[in-house]
């Protein structure tokens, strides 16, 4: 049996869907090609996430984003999934 099961199995669990204990929003919308070549804003790649185990916070991804525009903005505590692979 491996460590993890034996552990559930001994505690007392509340199973819950990720929705219900949390915000989920995707990333960037609305975004075409030129928007990623000369970026005002900060952003995280899916390459960033998909590659470490924490955000690298040293690179240098940056995105134009519009005053009007409603971006989602993280967090320092936030989990970040990939939405494919």
Do not use: C, P
């Not at 219900?20 to 975004?31: D, H, N, Q, R, T």
């Not at 470490?52 to 409603?70: A, S």
């Amino acid at each position: 049996m491996s460590a993890i099961k034996q552990l559930l199995e001994e505690a007392e669990v509340e199973w819950k869907t990720i929705d219900s204990i949390s915000e989920l929003y995707s990333g960037l919308s609305g975004k075409t090609k030129v928007d990623f070549e000369h970026g005002n804003a900060q952003y995280i790649s899916f390459k960033n996430v998909y590659d470490n185990i924490e955000v690298d916070l040293g690179r240098n991804d940056k995105v134009t984003v519009g005053l009007e525009e409603n971006q989602n903005a993280i967090k320092y505590g936030d989990v970040i999934f990939t939405g494919s692979s």
